[in-house]
């Protein structure tokens, strides 16, 4: 099996922990880079091959990462020259990839089965397979409904479910045909041209525990619970 990592990012909402590392080797506890976490899962999951996608900073990652053997991995790297966007990095890929593979931001921590997830993509025919996870957001005014200039309904700070992307997907080469490599190519362009096209993603629904360190609100927070999460994110370990 194989991943894909996307690294190539500045982290912008992460500063000023991301002023000299790239996003992705912010530490996580005491002893752990994110992207060190997530490498050692791939590898428990059964992934044997990695392409890290790298730009910002690339080079303290590739001087981190090496050549993976240490987690039992082959990985290689991709260089971002300029921002391609979330899945615009794959497109200069696609003759080496495989039929089907993961991809994955490389800040997500999660205990996700991604071997799973690949799985129940190649099963389903789907030329994306997006995990999902549910959020509920809370508005903290007064919600109007207006038709016309008129109040037609009115609800009081309430709460609204949402399935969200965690940022990590199945995904089949075919589907990134009729792209321009070297092109940017945004996840949410994709999407939006597979729904037009009537050939709908595929959603694996995860209710376990994820969190996206983009912010610095949840970087702290993974700080803070990692200790205890340690034993189920990196099982084994």
């Not at 059964?46 to 910002?56: K, L, P, Q, R, V």
């Not at 971002?80 to 993961?102: A, K, V, W, Y």
């Not at 025919?125 to 200039?149: N, Q």
Request: glycine share 10%; net charge negative; proline share 5%.
């Amino acid at each position: 099996m194989h991943a894909v990592i996307l690294a190539g990012g500045k982290g912008v909402r992460l500063r000023p922990y991301t002023t000299a590392l790239p996003k992705p080797l912010v530490p996580i506890g005491d002893q752990h880079a994110i992207l060190e976490i997530v490498l050692r899962q791939l590898s428990t999951a059964g992934f044997t091959t990695c392409t890290i996608a790298i730009g910002h900073l690339g080079e303290i990652i590739r001087a981190y990462v090496g050549d993976g053997s240490q987690w039992g991995l082959a990985v290689d790297y991709a260089t971002e020259d300029s921002p391609l966007g979330t899945m615009g990095p794959l497109l200069n890929l696609r003759h080496r990839l495989p039929e089907t593979f993961l991809v994955m931001n490389g800040d997500v921590l999660t205990d996700l089965d991604y071997a799973d997830v690949l799985r129940r993509h190649r099963a389903s025919g789907a030329p994306l397979t997006i995990a999902t996870y549910a959020r509920k957001v809370h508005i903290d005014f007064g919600v109007l409904t207006t038709d016309s200039s008129r109040v037609v309904a009115f609800t009081e700070k309430p709460s609204m479910d949402y399935r969200v992307s965690m940022g990590v997907y199945g995904l089949s080469r075919a589907t990134l045909e009729g792209y321009t490599p070297g092109l940017p190519l945004g996840f949410d362009e994709l999407v939006l041209d597979l729904l037009k096209t009537q050939n709908q993603p595929h959603a694996y629904e995860f209710d376990g525990y994820w969190l996206d360190i983009g912010r610095p609100d949840d970087y702290d927070r993974a700080n803070a619970e990692f200790t205890t999460r340690k034993s189920l994110l990196l099982k084994g370990a």
